[in-house]
Antibody, heavy 123, light 106 residues
Framework: QVQLQESGPGLVKPSQTLSLTCTVSGGAISGGDYYWSWIRQHPGKGLEWIGY???????YYNPSHKSRVSISVDTSKNQFSLKLRSVTAADTAVYFC???????????????WGQGTLVTVSS | SYELTQPPSVSVSPGQTATITCSGD??????VSWYNQKPGQSPVLVVYQDTKRPSGIPERISGSNSGTTATLTISGTQAMDEADYYCQAWDSTTVIFGGGTKLTVL
């Protein structure tokens, strides 16, 4: 049973960089069977996909965030990470990491999620 | 950009059938997934590739997708089904979520 666990600072100052890491246990990121995503949820609001990465390092980003986001993977640690630059209060949200099965049609859905971590942007 | 539209809320009596819709341009040409999310918890996949159920999801939860609308149907709705439900599709390497529907079991 795969488990995903987000970690990182819960408080970030405006204009700084938000950095989060997702540690995967119970399955290898390098297996190639999955894509690995970051998704966020503003307080009381819906879900917003940020981007995903394949074990090879190939990334896809939400066009809305592409200029500020980078996602990286460390297969030796079985982790992938999110960096979101120049944050504002609008980036305050619960951040989830999630797994997408790699199907012939693409990474269509998210079958496993981390518990989420609240990141607040405030001075 | 592609958008998915869901009703903000749906109410249903226990034992009745709840229907939640998700509309988008040429929806039937895309694969749709559905998630439920209870307060303070992570989303849970309940339907994927339009009609398939992950292991552990009861048969009374089903999905369909045709034309411009995907539909999640919950038969014999129980109090435990009360949650927020989100549809999701994949469009040209981009993931889109619907705005979510709050299902209330009265």
């Amino acid at each position: 049973q795969v488990q995903l666990q987000e970690s990182g600072p819960g408080l970030v100052k405006p204009s700084q960089t938000l950095s989060l890491t997702c540690t995967v246990s119970g399955g290898a990121i390098s297996g190639g069977d999955y894509y690995w995503s970051w998704i966020r949820q503003h307080p009381g609001k819906g879900l917003e996909w940020i981007g995903y990465i394949y074990y090879s390092g190939k990334t896809y980003y939400n066009p809305s965030h592409k200029s500020r986001v980078s996602i990286s993977v460390d297969t030796s640690k079985n982790q992938f990470s999110l960096k979101l630059r120049s944050v504002t209060a609008a980036d305050t949200a619960v951040y989830f990491c999630a797994r997408s099965p790699n199907t012939p049609m693409g990474p269509l859905d998210f079958d496993s999620w981390g518990q989420g971590t609240l990141v607040t942007v405030s001075s | 950009s592609y958008e998915l539209t869901q009703p903000p809320s749906v109410s249903v009596s226990p034992g009745q059938t709840a229907t939640i819709t998700c509309s988008g341009d040429k929806m039937g040409d895309k694969y749709v997934s559905w998630y439920n999310q209870k307060p303070g918890q992570s989303p849970v996949l309940v339907v994927y590739q339009d009609t398939k159920r992950p292991s552990g999801i009861p048969e009374r939860i089903s999905g369909s997708n045709s034309g411009t609308t995907a539909t999640l149907t919950i038969s014999g709705t129980q109090a435990m089904d009360e949650a927020d439900y989100y549809c999701q599709a994949w469009d040209s390497t981009t993931v889109i979520f619907g705005g979510g529907t709050k299902l209330t079991v009265l």
